[in-house]
């Protein structure tokens, strides 16, 4: 693949999402360009060139570069194809209320880009990948989870929520070193899940390669062509832009925790009878304690009434 055809987005994909594609890969100039259309994407169709230019602080030429940059041959073509995706896809870019004070148009920023990097990786999501994982993870014997620094280990651990209630033995390690040991005790029939944004965690990365060494099957959710990549033998790439506002939180959260929940999902179908059977052992036990919620089919309340609440 040449380099030409990295950089430029696919046209099959609407524009949006190949501008969130393309704007790591975007000049400085191109990438106010973005800023400003995703400020105010209605108004970016309605407007001239020299509009936008002046809305983005930069030249009329850059934003033809930009055009171009996001697979568009012309300022023309881009402003069709983004009215056509918000007449398409309107109800997935918005919310409908509007917002009039500080804090709700901040709740919709931060909202939306969590719904909008979500519909981004499922636009992108490798589903074959996705579904070896859940064959691997549904025969496993045992799950180690591994993932270092405060959003990879966080995400580790939610990974570990979502699979221990099925039934399988599951254990998520933030520590290099325990990560290192835990993996030389596997055995062919167990799996690693490694789960890293930057793919470039030195124990995160040599857990795997040792895990594999053993003979035990690994998956890494990360970013493609890194090094943690290319050790694990099944890679689900996860690849979002992050933003230069560091006090919003990391859009690539939301992309990580919407393939955990969809392996988990797959992973709790194939076991079928065994995970509702520890399902429901799981929902007796917290019902009993005090603290499951109702259902649409199932209600708790007559077993929390003759418990006490826990703090």
């Not at 393309?22 to 360009?33: G, H, I, M």
């Not at 993996?183 to 965690?201: C, F, H, W, Y």
Request: aromatic share 4%; with cysteine.
């Amino acid at each position: 693949m040449s380099k030409s055809d990295k950089s430029t987005p696919s046209v099959a994909i609407d524009v949006v999402s190949r501008i969130q594609r393309a704007e790591p890969n975007l000049s400085a100039a191109e990438r106010r360009v973005a800023e400003a259309v995703q400020a105010d994407m209605e108004a970016a169709t309605l407007m001239t060139i020299a509009e936008l230019a002046e809305r983005a602080g930069v030249s009329q030429p850059s934003v033809t570069r930009f055009c171009r940059s996001i697979g568009c041959s012309s300022f023309n073509e881009f402003k069709i194809s983004l009215a056509t995706t918000l007449t398409v896809a309107a109800v997935y870019l918005r919310s409908d209320r509007v917002f009039r004070d500080d804090t709700g148009q901040l709740a919709q920023m931060v909202m939306m880009r969590a719904a909008n990097t979500v519909r981004d990786s499922l636009d992108r999501l490798d589903t074959k990948a996705v579904e070896q994982a859940m064959e691997i993870l549904s025969s496993a014997r045992r799950i180690d989870i591994y993932g270092q620094g405060g959003g990879s280990a966080s995400l580790a651990d939610d990974a570990r929520l979502r699979l221990f209630r099925l039934g399988i033995p599951t254990i998520s390690y933030a520590d290099g070193h325990q990560q290192r040991m835990s993996a030389a005790t596997l055995q062919p029939e167990d799996a690693v899940i490694a789960i890293s944004n930057s793919g470039r965690s030195k124990s995160v990365v040599q857990a795997v390669e040792i895990a594999g060494n053993f003979g035990a099957r690994t998956i890494a959710l990360t970013r493609p062509n890194t090094p943690l990549a290319k050790v694990a033998q099944v890679v689900i790439p996860i690849e979002v832009s992050e933003d230069d506002n560091v006090l919003l939180p990391t859009p690539s959260r939301y992309a990580f925790m919407a393939v955990i929940d969809t392996i988990a999902a797959g992973v709790a179908a194939r076991l079928g009878q065994r995970s509702l059977e520890a399902l429901r052992r799981v929902r007796y036990t917290v019902a009993s304690i005090g603290i499951a919620i109702p259902t649409p089919t199932t209600d708790p309340t007559p077993l929390m009434k003759n418990s006490k609440p826990q703090e």
